[in-house]
């Protein structure tokens, strides 16, 4: 018990050094970071789902239509109209399908399906951490760089997670989604929120990028669709029957396991802030 705790306790410091670091080391080491993480994730993605025997995803394509769908989101971050970047994308989503006709595998469409969800389910999300990362400048027109919008993403996820864990052991007694997760509280939830305004208002306090009112509704964003993005990745396990989607994190699992929060709360943060902007 004593050793698995101090596993973990390591595993996600260090987890979280590299993350941020990453992230606050500039566009060249987020890109590099991320692209390869979303890489890791897709091919733990096949891996689950071809041992379940739901499919047999083309794993390398896959891998490779993501990194392309990644670094064309941050090229366009860079350089905003050149969507000409997006056709090798295009094209290898083009294969997916075609290649299907020439396999004869069992469940082509099956296939496809998981194939093509690897690219929406993790894929885009990790792509659109580019959105966040890169934001045109008014006085200069030109695109920029700032690692606080992603990484606020990050640790309001953190920070809702311990949170919700805390209130939910010391006061939990209504299950939030019994069916799917059944630790889960409604009173965790709450507390998570709780804490994750908290963050928001801190924030708020360092980097006015965002008013205190938009830096809150951020973090709610965060807390309610990374919840829902929690319970999205466990009905995937539970439908599968495995506990942890791979182990290349002691002590903390799979890839899948570390960004299932993210990879719903990435595009809602993204919908929220194009909304407000409109306003």
Known sequence: MKGNFITRALTGAIFVAVLVGCILGGPITFSILFALICALTVNEF???IQKSGFAEINKPISILASIFLFFGFAYLG??????EILIPYLLL????????????KENPVNDMAYALMTQMYIA??????????FQTSEETSMSVYNPILP?????????????????GVLFGKHRLFERISPKKSWEGSFGGGIFSIIAAIIIAQYFPILSLAKWIGLALTVVVFGTWGDLVE????????????GNILPGHGGMLDRFDSTLLAVPAAVLYLYMISLL
């Open 151 to 167: 990484l606020s993403i990050f640790i309001f996820t953190w920070v809702n997670d311990s949170g919700a864990y805390c209130a």
């Open 124 to 133: 885009l999300p990790f792509a659109l951490l580019n959105v966040l990362a």
């Open 46 to 48: 096949g891996n689950i």
């Open 234 to 245: 466990s009905l995937i396990k539970r439908r599968i029957g495995i506990k942890d989607s």
């Open 93 to 104: 989503i083009m294969y997916i399908l075609i290649s299907e006709l020439y396999y004869k």
């Open 78 to 83: 860079t350089s905003p109209g050149s969507n």
